[in-house]
């Protein structure tokens, strides 16, 4: 295959990936339809299916696009209540969501794609704080934090970036860090 051909591929594969993210965070996966997709990345609908297999593998690709919960872990053990609390403050607060967050929150009460989001969820959030906590109980706290984390994204979608009336930002990430810091501690 040319040069040309391939970059064309790529690109109507980013284009429908592109437009699927769009589309689920701001309608989820049951108000979403294949036809609905090809027309925003103006696609032709059988390139979906090509490239993806199904609507419930593109969603899927959409979810794993992001990758694992973005740099926040990324930090030594006594900075991670803290950082996962300024986490969930910028999400509270800011004006843009995560659009993976939205389309997890959307889409949330879809049986069909259940086993994917749950999949999602427990390999970019849960599982990497499980193998940082020590303690019998780690996946417990774990499972609290991962509550915490996603619930934040819920109520961000319900309330927009007035969920938190607090202008002072330090006040709301002081509070999340104790909050996270019992919930974490064995």
Do not use: C, W
């Given at each position: 295959m040319d040069e040309g051909r391939r970059r064309c591929r790529e690109?109507?594969?980013?284009?429908?990936?592109?437009?699927?993210?769009?589309?689920?965070?701001?309608?989820?996966?049951?108000?979403?339809?294949?036809?609905?997709?090809?027309a925003e990345a103006e696609a032709?609908?059988?390139?979906?299916?090509?490239?993806?297999?199904?609507?419930?593998?593109?969603?899927?690709?959409?979810?794993?696009?992001?990758?694992?919960f973005p740099g926040?872990?990324?930090?030594?053990?006594?900075?991670?209540?803290?950082?996962?609390?300024?986490?969930?403050?910028?999400?509270?607060?800011?004006?843009?969501s995560s659009p993976v967050m939205e389309a997890l929150v959307r889409s949330s009460s879809s049986p069909e794609i259940h086993g994917i989001l749950r999949q999602r969820v427990s390999s970019a959030i849960?599982?990497?704080?499980?193998?940082?906590?020590?303690?019998?109980?780690?996946?417990?706290?774990?499972a609290i934090a991962t509550a915490l984390i996603t619930g934040s994204g819920t109520l961000r979608l319900l309330y927009g970036p007035d969920a938190v009336e607090q202008p002072d930002r330090e006040a709301v990430v002081a509070r999340l860090e104790k909050i996270f810091r019992v919930c974490l501690e064995p």
């Open positions: 690109d109507t594969r980013q284009r429908i990936l592109t437009a699927a993210r769009r589309l689920f965070a701001e309608h989820g996966y049951d108000h979403v339809t294949v036809r609905l997709i090809a032709n609908i059988a390139l979906i299916n090509r490239y993806f297999g199904s609507k419930r593998e593109l969603f899927a690709e959409v979810l794993a696009v992001q990758g694992r926040v872990l990324d930090v030594p053990d006594e900075e991670l209540p803290r950082r996962l609390a300024e986490y969930v403050a910028e999400r509270l607060s800011t004006d843009r849960m599982e990497p704080l499980v193998e940082r906590l020590s303690g019998g109980d780690a996946r417990l706290r774990a």
